[in-house]
């Protein structure tokens, strides 16, 4: 399973460190990636990470402000988010992958398979 962590209450300009345990998930034939949902809207990615070839792809919502991370020794995947904004506000889920195709699509919600249950951002 994935399993998220590391959300909670911040105020606008701060930063906060997500954490998916993805214990299976986290070899290099993976892609993992960091989508949001906030209220009445859709599931949107943030940030995806594949490891096999050094690719991270970027919203361009959150270009600049964060960062996706893998570490392939403790089966874990961050996202450190700094100047944070009260737009960023939403539950964050983790998602991995198997096979996607082209850079494009990496943060595609129907290119995922694997979810964690979510963990909630709040800025204000």
């Known amino acids: 399973p994935l399993v998220e962590s590391g959300g909670g209450s911040v105020q606008a300009g701060g930063s906060l460190r997500l954490s998916c345990a993805a214990s299976?998930?986290?070899?290099?034939?993976?892609?993992m990636g960091w989508f949001r949902q906030a209220p009445g809207k859709e599931r949107e990615g943030v940030a995806a990470?594949?490891?096999?070839?050094?690719?991270?792809h970027y919203a361009d919502s959150v270009k600049g402000r964060f960062t996706i991370s893998q570490d392939d020794a403790n089966n874990t995947v961050y996202l450190q988010m700094n100047s944070l904004k009260p737009e960023d506000t939403a539950m964050y889920y983790c998602?991995?992958?198997?096979?996607?195709?082209?850079?494009?699509?990496?943060?595609?919600?129907?290119?995922?398979?694997?979810w964690g249950q979510g963990t909630q951002v709040t800025v204000s």
């Open positions: 990470i594949y490891s096999g070839a050094s690719i991270t």
């Open positions: 998602a991995a992958s198997r096979k996607i195709s082209e850079v494009a699509k990496l943060l595609r919600r129907d290119e995922y398979n694997y």
């Open positions: 299976g998930y986290t070899d290099s034939n993976n892609f």
